[in-house]
């Protein structure tokens, strides 16, 4: 089945403790993406990246890393989260140009205290 | 890629049309309008993008105006599984940069 997955799925963690989610692709899409979603601000783009070793900055970078090193991959980084980065984060992955239809992945709850 | 103004809710009958329209003014030649929608707290889901031709397909209709400042979504019938927040989105296509969701307008089927 054709699916982008994302683990954990909840995660409780303590302010800069480093943690990482995973983000996996099975439909060998070249774009993936990872978003965050708060009340009131709607979805916001974290990171991007348009292939293997390419990636970019979204609106709300900051405090995010990211890496593309495998096509179906893509793992969001927080090397020292604080706690206004509880959110609700997804992933989404599409074909390529002129394919940008995005599949996004079952959502990862994350708190942070 | 242009802004987009949507009504922050609209309420529908179970089984009537849902018209859910769309703003983007600002619109250029070579943006096309998409939308996608997002139920309770999943993962948004795509429904249909066009560029200046109305398109249809399994889930909705997409209407574009003539001068294409505006759209509307149709969901020919709704159910209450429609209700959702539905996303209006105007970029370029081809262009592999930011995608901006915006706040996106809270349809509520009732029955």
Not at chain 1, 20 to 43: A, F, I, K
Not at chain 1, 86 to 97: D, H, N, Q, R, W
Not at chain 2, 35 to 59: A, C, D, F, V
Request: charged share 20%.
């Amino acid at each position: 089945e054709a699916q982008v997955t994302q683990n954990p799925r909840y995660l409780i963690t303590v302010t800069g403790k480093k943690l990482t989610v995973t983000c996996s692709q099975n439909m060998n899409h070249e774009y993936m993406s990872w978003y965050r979603q708060d009340p009131g601000l709607g979805l916001r783009q974290i990171y991007y990246s348009m292939n293997v070793e390419v990636t970019d900055k979204g609106d709300v970078p900051e405090g995010y890393k990211v890496s593309r090193k495998e096509k179906r991959n893509f793992p969001l980084i927080l090397e020292s989260p604080s706690p206004n980065q509880t959110s609700l984060y997804f992933c989404a992955s599409s074909l390529g140009p002129g394919k940008e239809t995005q599949y996004f992945g079952p959502g990862t709850r994350l708190l942070v205290l | 890629d242009a802004k987009t103004t949507q009504p922050p809710s609209m309420d529908c009958a179970e089984g009537r049309a849902a018209n859910l329209p769309c703003n983007h003014s600002t619109i250029s030649g070579n943006e096309y309008v998409y939308w996608y929608r997002q139920i309770h707290s999943q993962g948004p889901q795509y429904i249909i993008h066009g560029l200046k031709n109305n398109e249809t397909n399994e889930m909705a209709s997409l209407i574009i105006t003539e001068d294409r400042k505006s759209s509307t979504l149709i969901l020919p019938h709704a159910t209450l599984r429609d209700t959702a927040v539905y996303y209006c989105i105007v970029r370029v296509r081809y262009n592999f940069n930011k995608f901006y969701f915006g706040s996106g307008t809270k349809l509520n089927v009732k029955p």
